[in-house]
């Protein structure tokens, strides 16, 4: 379960997940490190990193248009890992979203480090009671 600054109120879920929805609107965030996604039935997910104490986890990049994924119905939703260590800044853990649609698609790659005891990655959630927060 995930709680918001803005007592947002959401479930665990998958990327994929968006698979088969077709989304209405997606907003990014940097400052706050969240995605939101709002799709044409009413469902809302969020992706966002839950941030603990010793770790920084941020939206490193966006490749492709992201306006791309509104409006056509989301063919594919993955997510893939790649974990590594570097001797100044620790553990590091890239995350990939790859969402496609017959449009065309976007990976929003996550980059999280540590010291190797907390999480560096993005959670991606479904907001209950739908997207009527912003």
Not at 39 to 63: L, W
Not at 91 to 104: N, P, R
Request: charged share 20%; glycine share 12%; net charge negative.
């Amino acid at each position: 379960m995930y709680y918001g600054d803005n007592g947002l109120r959401a479930n665990d879920s998958e990327i994929g997940a968006l698979t088969g929805l077709t989304l209405a609107r997606v907003t990014v965030d940097t400052d706050r490190s969240e995605i939101l996604f709002y799709s044409e039935c009413g469902r809302m997910f969020i992706m966002v990193h839950d941030q603990d104490c010793c770790e920084t986890v941020t939206i490193d990049d966006i490749c492709g248009d992201i306006t791309d994924i509104v409006g056509s119905p989301i063919v594919k939703a993955m997510e893939s890992t790649s974990i590594g260590s570097n001797p100044l800044r620790g553990s590091e853990t890239w995350t990939f979203y790859k969402i496609d649609t017959i449009k065309g698609g976007v990976t929003i790659r996550w980059y999280g480090t540590s010291n190797g005891y907390y999480s560096e990655s993005a959670s991606f959630y479904e907001v209950i009671g739908g997207g009527n927060i912003h």
